[in-house]
């Protein structure tokens, strides 16, 4: 594993329309952050848990440092990046270019934060590997400078009963699987888990329990029997899963605001509908993988 990757920092969902996929987001139970303004010009509204979060991001105005996303959101909707966690992003930079895996520059960004002791800047490093090294998504590193300004204990419970991320799921085309996989062996320098009897692998991300899985159709669609195939090219980032205490009480709650999902064969809850803005959302129990 590389030196400085620890787990992931956050999922990047990106919109076109950031006021709708907060109704939906909000929905589905999840308690939102109020409207960031990055520097660079991109809007956000992440919903946070004790380790991890996920962020809603719409880039209304151009810039060079989120131009991925504007290109991205061509095709619509979907989970289009993965930040992972670091202790040095300068670092991680350095260690990327001895790889010789494209990396660019460290670039800081900030943001201001509304407190009830006052307004401060939440402010953060990033890192963005070259699309090209990681197909499916891009994934990034992220340094934060001001953890206390964003973990706020207001925004970690959730009415769905989501406490964290749990897995995300890439699909790939059957030709490319072995490439794909390879590409992210390489990244991670480790060697992925591949599954005996389907086109998976298993790629762990860190110190925490959030791996990223590579599928071809038949792996995805044993995964996910019920959803269907991404609109995407593939390979793309295709679902994200989220840990939850109990399935009970998120299947209460799905029942109770009238969100549509289906009961996977290991008892998890898949949302597979238009207010997930073009993923597949699982909920999981925390002593499932």
Same mark, same amino acid.
């Given at each position: 594993?590389?030196?400085?990757?620890?787990?992931?920092?956050?999922?990047?969902?990106?919109?076109t329309d950031l006021d709708r996929?907060?109704?939906?987001?909000?929905?589905?139970?999840?308690?939102?952050?109020?409207?960031?303004?990055?520097?660079?010009?991109?809007?956000?509204?992440?919903?946070?848990?004790?380790?991890?979060?996920?962020?809603?991001l719409a880039v209304p105005v151009?810039?060079?440092?989120?131009?991925?996303?504007?290109?991205?959101?061509?095709?619509?909707?979907?989970?289009a990046a993965v930040a992972l966690?670091?202790?040095?992003?300068?670092?991680?930079?350095?260690?990327?270019?001895?790889?010789?895996?494209?990396?660019?520059?460290?670039?800081?960004?900030?943001?201001?934060?509304?407190?009830?002791? *006052?307004?401060?800047?939440?402010? $953060?490093?990033?890192?963005?590997?070259?699309?090209?090294?990681? !197909?499916? &998504?891009? #994934?990034? %590193?992220?340094?934060?400078?001001?953890?206390?300004?964003?973990?706020?204990?207001?925004?970690?419970?959730?009415?769905?009963?989501?406490?964290?991320?749990?897995?995300?799921?890439?699909?790939?085309?059957?030709?490319?699987?072995?490439?794909?996989?390879?590409?992210?062996?390489?990244?991670?320098?480790?060697?992925?888990?591949?599954?005996?009897?389907?086109?998976?692998?298993?790629?762990?991300?860190?110190?925490?329990?959030?791996?990223?899985?590579?599928?071809?159709?038949?792996?995805?669609?044993?995964?996910?029997?019920?959803?269907?195939?991404?609109?995407?090219?593939?390979?793309?980032?295709?679902?994200?899963?989220?840990?939850?205490?109990?399935? *009970?009480?998120?299947?209460?709650? $799905?029942?109770?605001?009238?969100?549509?999902?289906?009961?996977? !064969?290991? &008892?998890? #809850?898949? %949302?597979?509908?238009?207010?997930?803005?073009?993923?597949?959302?699982?909920?999981?129990?925390?002593?499932?993988?």
């Amino acid at each position: 594993m590389r030196k400085h990757l620890q787990g992931v920092d956050h999922a990047v969902i990106a919109v076109t329309d950031l006021d709708r996929a907060q109704a939906d987001f909000e929905h589905l139970g999840f308690t939102l952050t109020p409207r960031g303004r990055h520097t660079k010009g991109s809007e956000n509204h992440c919903a946070m848990f004790p380790g991890d979060y996920f962020e809603l991001l719409a880039v209304p105005v151009d810039h060079p440092a989120t131009r991925y996303y504007s290109d991205f959101l061509r095709q619509g909707d979907g989970l289009a990046a993965v930040a992972l966690k670091t202790d040095d992003a300068a670092a991680f930079h350095a260690e990327m270019n001895a790889a010789g895996i494209g990396c660019e520059a460290p670039v800081d960004f900030s943001r201001p934060v509304v407190l009830p002791e *006052g307004a401060r800047d939440a402010a $953060f490093r990033i890192a963005q590997v070259d699309v090209a090294e990681t !197909p499916g &998504g891009r #994934l990034f %590193v992220c340094q934060h400078f001001t953890r206390d300004v964003v973990w706020r204990p207001q925004y970690l419970s959730h009415a769905n009963g989501a406490i964290g991320l749990q897995s995300i799921s890439i699909a790939s085309d059957q030709t490319r699987f072995a490439a794909v996989c390879g590409a992210y062996e390489r990244f991670f320098d480790l060697t992925g888990q591949r599954c005996a009897n389907l086109p998976a692998c298993l790629m762990a991300t860190g110190n925490t329990n959030t791996p990223i899985r590579i599928l071809a159709p038949p792996a995805l669609a044993a995964t996910y029997p019920c959803a269907r195939a991404p609109s995407r090219r593939l390979p793309c980032f295709a679902a994200l899963h989220f840990r939850v205490t109990a399935i *009970g009480p998120t299947q209460q709650f $799905f029942d109770q605001t009238g969100i549509a999902y289906t009961v996977q !064969p290991d &008892g998890s #809850l898949a %949302v597979d509908s238009p207010v997930s803005h073009g993923l597949i959302i699982v909920f999981t129990p925390r002593s499932r993988d």
